[in-house]
T-cell receptor, first 110, second 117 residues
Framework: GESVGLHLPTLSVQEGDNSIINCAYSNSASDYFIWYKQESGKGPQFIIDIRSNMDKRQGQRVTVLLNKTVKHLSLQIAATQPGDSAVYFC?????????FGKGTTLSVSS | GAVVSQHPSWVICKSGTSVKIECRSLDFQATTMFWYRQFPKQSLMLMATSNEGSKATYEQGVEKDKFLINHASLTLSTLTVTSAHPEDSSFYIC?????????????FGQGTRLTVV
C-alpha cells in the first residue's frame, strides 16, 4: 500500500522568507500528488497538484517539485505571509482515494 | 469551486449513544464520497469510500458495524457512529467527488468535531 510521510513536523519562518515543506512517499506506482493546507478546526484546502509525468508545477506563490527517483516531493511557498500559517499535508492517490502524509505545521512570525 | 457541507460542525454526545454526521454536495452530484478521521495533531486517516447506491468500502481496521455509512443519493452521505465511546472522539471529515471530474475536484467538508463524554 501507499504510505506518505513528511520530514519535519514543524517549520518556523519569518514573514517574507521562502518556505520549503518536504514529503516522501513509498509507492512508486503513485502517479498523482496534492498539497493541502489545513487551518485549525477546518477541512483541508487544495493548494496545488502534480502528476508523475511532471517534475515541477507552479501556482500563485507556490511551487511543487517532484523527484520520482527518490520518491520525494516538496512545496515551496514564496514570500511567506502570516496567513500561510497552517498545517500542510501532502497526499498521494492510491486507487481512488487520497492517502495523506503526517503534516507539517508552518508558523510564520511577523 | 464546488461546496461540500458537513453537519453538524460540532457535537457532544453521551457514551453509548449514536451520532449521525451528514455530508452534502451542494452544487454537484457526488458519485463518490470519502470519510476521514483525524486525531489532534495527526493526519487524516481514510476510513471508508462510498459510492452512491452501493455499500461502502472500509479500510483495514475500521469497524463497519460501528461506523455505518449510507450514500443513498448523489448529494448526501451519512456517517453514523454507533454506541459511541470516548475513544471515538475525533474530527471527522468527508470528501466528495463528482463523476467524470478530476480527482482535484474531491472537495472537502469543513469537518465535524465529535466529543463523547
Amino acid at each position: 500500500g501507499e504510505s506518505v510521510g513528511l520530514h519535519l513536523p514543524t517549520l518556523s519562518v519569518q514573514e517574507g522568507d521562502n518556505s520549503i515543506i518536504n514529503c516522501a512517499y513509498s509507492n512508486s506506482a503513485s502517479d498523482y500528488f496534492i498539497w493541502y493546507k489545513q487551518e485549525s478546526g477546518k477541512g483541508p484546502q487544495f493548494i496545488i497538484d502534480i502528476r508523475s509525468n511532471m517534475d515541477k508545477r507552479q501556482g500563485q506563490r507556490v511551487t511543487v517539485l517532484l523527484n520520482k527517483t527518490v520518491k520525494h516531493l516538496s512545496l515551496q511557498i514564496a514570500a511567506t505571509q502570516p496567513g500561510d500559517s497552517a498545517v500542510y499535508f501532502c497526499a498521494a492517490l492510491a486507487g481512488t482515494a487520497l492517502i495523506f502524509g503526517k503534516g507539517t505545521t508552518l508558523s510564520v512570525s511577523s | 469551486g464546488a461546496v461540500v457541507s458537513q453537519h453538524p460542525s460540532w457535537v457532544i454526545c453521551k457514551s453509548g449513544t449514536s451520532v449521525k454526521i451528514e455530508c452534502r454536495s451542494l452544487d454537484f452530484q457526488a458519485t463518490t464520497m470519502f470519510w476521514y478521521r483525524q486525531f489532534p495533531k495527526q493526519s487524516l486517516m481514510l476510513m471508508a469510500t462510498s459510492n452512491e447506491g452501493s455499500k461502502a468500502t472500509y479500510e483495514q481496521g475500521v469497524e463497519k458495524d460501528k461506523f455505518l455509512i449510507n450514500h443513498a443519493s448523489l448529494t448526501l452521505s451519512t456517517l453514523t457512529v454507533t454506541s459511541a465511546h470516548p475513544e471515538d472522539s475525533s474530527f471527522y471529515i468527508c470528501s466528495a467527488r463528482g463523476g467524470g471530474v478530476r480527482v482535484t475536484e474531491a472537495f472537502f467538508g469543513q469537518g465535524t468535531r465529535l466529543t463523547v463524554v
